[in-house]
């Protein structure tokens, strides 16, 4: 079911039951978890991301990172996973199971997935599994704001000045998280 939604089929079984492996499932149930994967398939994701922006766009470094990071951040990959249903699928421990997937959870998933369609084949049929569900045109076009960009960019207009962030540590109260 997995391979007819993703448009994929591997070549080697493992690599999707482990794409879809939880570390919480993986160390109840003593197999390996996505979290390998999930480190190479972002790397891959950011990498396919950034040379096709830097192909066929001809912008400064500054725009293509904003268009990377719309294209390539949690909220982004995991509204893929919803939309494709994929959520149901991942092995998830005990502890997850009236829980729903978590966001973060999610985009791991899609990121692990890359990952395992890489080590499956090649950089290709990554690089198409990225490009088939992640819309490059639509994510380019939309506007987003970025405050803390837009401020620090309102505030070198002015000469001389300089934008201060000061941070404070809150005090600890186990008792409130």
């Known amino acids: 079911k997995i391979e007819k939604i993703i448009h994929y089929s591997f070549k080697n ?48 470094e500054g725009q293509m990172s904003k268009w990377r990071s719309k294209m390539v951040n949690s909220d982004n990959l995991s509204s893929i996973i919803d939309n ?30 890359v990952g395992a369609i890489y080590l499956d084949t090649s950089i290709e049929k990554a690089k198409r599994f990225v490009f088939r569900f992640i819309d490059v045109k639509k994510s380019v076009k939309k506007k987003s704001i970025d405050y803390k960009t837009a401020l620090q960019e309102e505030v070198q207009k002015v000469k001389g000045s300089n934008l201060v962030y000061i941070t404070y540590e809150l005090p600890n109260n186990p008792g409130n998280f």
């Open 13 to 60: 079984k493992e690599l999707l039951k482990t794409a879809f492996t939880h570390s919480s499932y993986a160390n109840q149930n003593n197999v390996k978890s996505n979290q390998r994967l999930e480190y190479l398939g972002d790397s891959i994701l950011n990498f396919v991301v950034a040379d096709y922006l830097y192909n066929n766009f001809d912008v400064e």
């Open 84 to 113: 494709l249903g994929l959520d149901k699928y991942l092995l998830l421990g005990k502890s997850f199971a009236s829980q729903e997937v978590a966001k973060s959870l999610k985009e791991d998933l899609f990121e692990s997935i």
